[in-house]
């Protein structure tokens, strides 16, 4: 598998990597890695395909095999971009008009999608906007009356197509990069569905709040000068610190948990650790401000972003950040029967 991946990858990096459909593009490098990406997944995940098949499927009496196959691999919650092959460009708005435009991926606006065959929902939840067709135009409508449309499992290519037969085609209106309703072969018809991965920014400041108690956040300092070794503590979500953090990308990258008005001082469990490996951890600790520093003050934090789980130490990654009603906040092992998920919210 590793090495018919390899030679996969060789050969996409060496190809010319020109659209088809050719237009001005800023966007080819970040495309580049991007279908290098979506070539990976698609490869081990047609081997992992032909290895079941091979092995015969699982039998289930609750139907979960077709809510498998009809999802075609989307997630209820996540984002998509559908990207054009030919031109290497994806779906966005183009302003408050109904009509569609394209840009490269990393700024193309995103949409959900339910399955294999599914309505096509912009991400925009103020807009309420879902992708019709018709035969003659392909436009952004208020989504009163869902269209449905069939498009290529997720990290795949092919066509998306409407109830009525037609298909998404891009084609070049003197120069212009434009959507509408073709014939479901020939260029511009091919689409490739990718994932918008989702993760915590550094430019962006976070509150930390408890999903158990009700507008319950972790506090800043009544003092900043007085900040390094004061305790956390519980306070209501509209005066709750603010925090800033490093980019955190996967479940498996760490951060320090700085406060955005103090960024010197980071959250730092007190007592755990000073043993140096040689004594056993205590049961519960104190949870402070200190000066911060690369080593001790590391936490793995809920994923995906905006969801709720616990924030584990990642020096003893079996404690973690508990609340205590009515206003303390302490390390604990994992596994108590406590107030312990917490969510990571944008200010």
């Not at 092919?158 to 085609?169: A, F, M, P």
């Not at 999903?211 to 005066?239: H, I, M, R």
Request: charged fraction near 20%.
């Amino acid at each position: 598998v590793s090495q018919r991946l390899s030679t996969m990858l060789k050969a996409m990096d060496e190809e010319d990597t020109e659209p088809m459909l050719r237009l001005p593009s800023a966007g080819n490098s970040s495309w580049k890695r991007w279908s290098l990406a979506v070539a990976a997944a698609a490869l081990v995940t047609l081997l992992l395909c032909q290895r079941s098949a091979s092995a015969g499927p699982a039998r289930s009496e609750s139907g979960s095999e077709n809510l498998q196959l009809n999802s075609a691999g989307y997630k209820e919650g996540v984002k998509y971009r559908l990207c054009n092959v030919d031109t290497k460009q994806c779906l966005t708005t183009s302003g408050d008009s109904p009509t569609l435009d394209f840009a490269p991926f990393d700024k193309a606006d995103a949409f959900l999608i339910g399955g294999s065959r599914t309505a096509i929902v912009l991400s925009d939840p103020s807009k309420a906007l879902c992708l019709q067709a018709t035969s003659s135009h392909v436009t952004l409508q208020h989504c009163q009356s869902k269209a449905v449309f069939h498009v290529p499992d997720v990290h795949m290519t092919g066509t998306i197509r409407s109830e009525s037969g037609h298909c998404l085609q891009a084609v070049n209106d003197n120069g212009s990069m434009k959507v509408q309703p073709g014939p479901c072969i020939g260029p511009g018809t091919s689409w490739l569905v990718g994932e918008v991965l989702q993760f915590y920014q550094s430019g962006t400041r976070y509150k930390i709040c408890n999903t158990f108690l009700k507008d319950a956040c972790v506090g800043s300092c009544k003092d900043n000068q007085a900040c390094e070794g004061s305790e956390l503590f519980l306070a209501n979500k509209s005066k709750a610190a603010e925090f800033v953090i490093k980019n955190v990308r996967d479940t498996m990258e760490v951060t320090t948990l700085a406060l955005a008005e103090n960024p010197e001082m980071c959250v730092q469990t007190k007592g755990f650790g000073t043993c140096n490996g040689a004594c056993a951890l205590k049961s519960h600790s104190k949870i402070v401000f200190e000066k911060c520093q690369a080593t001790m003050q590391n936490f793995y934090l809920p994923f995906p972003p905006l969801s709720y789980g616990r924030l584990r130490w990642a020096m003893h990654d079996d404690r973690c950040v508990t609340a205590i009603p009515p206003d303390k906040i302490q390390m604990f092992p994992c596994n108590q029967r406590a107030p312990i998920l917490w969510q990571l919210v944008p200010s």
